[in-house]
């Protein structure tokens, strides 16, 4: 069963945000994940103000997010994360295809 990493994020340093995304980008790829969303257009529809920029990543399973997250490839970029970003992030379980 797929599992989903969502992100809400704000940018705390443009160049080291972009060096996280690559360094992030690789690991999530090698770990099996996918981009859904990557900070395109939001528009609020219900509810309290407008987001932070949204990513969703979409892994084959939580298994498989979670050991991407506690990987050591990761650890790498989340060394530059608390400089480059505010995050607020969490894991999801999809449901089975019918």
């Given amino acids: 069963m797929p599992a989903y990493v969502i992100s809400e ?4 340093d443009q160049a ?7 360094l ?6 090698q770990y ?4 859904l ?3 395109g ?3 609020v529809v219900e509810g309290g103000p407008r987001p932070k920029t949204i990513i969703i990543v979409e892994f084959p399973s939580m298994a498989r997010a979670q050991e991407w997250y506690a990987s050591a ?15 607020r992030l969490m ?6 295809p019918v």
């Fill in 9 to 12: 994020v704000e940018a705390r």
């Fill in 16 to 22: 080291t945000m972009e060096a996280y995304r690559e």
């Fill in 24 to 29: 992030a980008a690789a690991t999530i790829a």
């Fill in 32 to 35: 099996g994940g996918r981009y």
């Fill in 37 to 39: 969303v990557r900070g």
């Fill in 41 to 43: 257009a939001t528009e």
């Fill in 73 to 87: 490839e990761y650890a790498e970029a989340l060394k530059l994360r608390q400089a480059a970003l505010e995050r």
């Fill in 91 to 96: 894991f999801v379980e999809g449901v089975v």
